[in-house]
């Protein structure tokens, strides 16, 4: 009996540390871009299922750590949500007001909004800020903007794109307001994404005082390249943009 009732509760014991370890997956963005990746090479799926205004339910592999509530995924004109009423998009490839803007919390219940008015910034930078018809409540991510002392040569970043997937590409060079990027010479070619047609608009973030900040959204292909979100005068010309929308 003694015997039985050890190994009962070494189970249960595993079976809890199982189920806690799968709970907390979400909060510790300590060890950057590259700390997040398995040992064994995964491609970053977002999405375990999803339905655009539906329940979804995201992945439980790596790209969980990622709180990407905050991009809307339900068409291939992303918007990036930067504040609670407002997203981010390119100025060449925006949602129109017609189409809804779902965004899926981190239970994965859909969030609807739609597109009330927009800014563009071009061409200074392929960006165009929208407002939604109302605000999202606190359990879809705002995102802050990247610090300009992040924007080393060479640090890893998270792209996204079309087929709501994470890539881990790095930076190539900062050029004014323009940041482009590289494939990353050290990780395995599933990290990596040939952005096309469609992906124009999808963010790149990086990890900086352990939270996900926002990079760029996608102008060209390739290991990709656009308006850098880092940079002054861009955030000064949307600040002024949700000013004049407010």
């Given amino acids: 009996m003694t015997g039985n009732f050890m190994i009962r509760n070494v189970v249960l014991s595993l ?28 491609k970053g799926t977002l999405f375990a299922y999803y339905e655009p205004k ?32 407002y ?6 490839y925006i949602r129109p007001s017609d189409v809804p803007v779902m965004f899926h ?23 165009a800020v929208g407002k939604l018809n109302l605000p999202v409540p606190g359990g879809i991510k705002a995102y ?9 040569q060479g640090r890893a970043v998270l792209i996204t794109d079309q087929t709501k997937t ?26 990596r994404r040939n952005l096309i047609v469609g992906d124009s608009g999808n963010p790149t973030f990086i990890i900086s005082g352990n939270d996900v900040k926002l990079l760029e959204t996608h102008h060209f292909g390739g290991p990709g390249s656009g308006p ?3 940079n002054g005068e861009i955030q000064a010309a949307i600040r002024a943009a949700i000013a004049e929308m407010r």
């Fill in 54 to 85: 539906g329940v979804a339910k995201w992945n439980r592999n790596w790209t969980y750590n990622l709180d990407l509530t905050g991009v809307s995924w339900n068409d291939t004109r992303t918007a990036t949500l930067i504040d609670q009423q």
């Fill in 15 to 42: 079976i809890a540390l199982f189920l806690s370890g799968c709970g907390s997956s979400t909060g510790d963005l300590s060890k950057g871009e590259l700390g997040l990746l398995p040992s064994t090479p995964e």
């Fill in 228 to 230: 850098c979100y880092a």
């Fill in 144 to 152: 802050s903007f990247a610090p300009a002392r992040d924007l080393a």
């Fill in 166 to 191: 994470v890539s881990v590409h790095q930076i190539q060079a900062v050029s004014g307001k323009t940041i482009s990027f590289a494939y990353h010479s050290r990780l395995d070619p599933i990290y």
């Fill in 87 to 92: 997203v981010v998009m390119a100025a060449h």
């Fill in 105 to 127: 919390d981190r239970k994965g219940n859909p969030v609807e909004r739609y597109i009330v008015q927009v800014k563009s910034l071009a061409p200074m930078a392929d960006v």
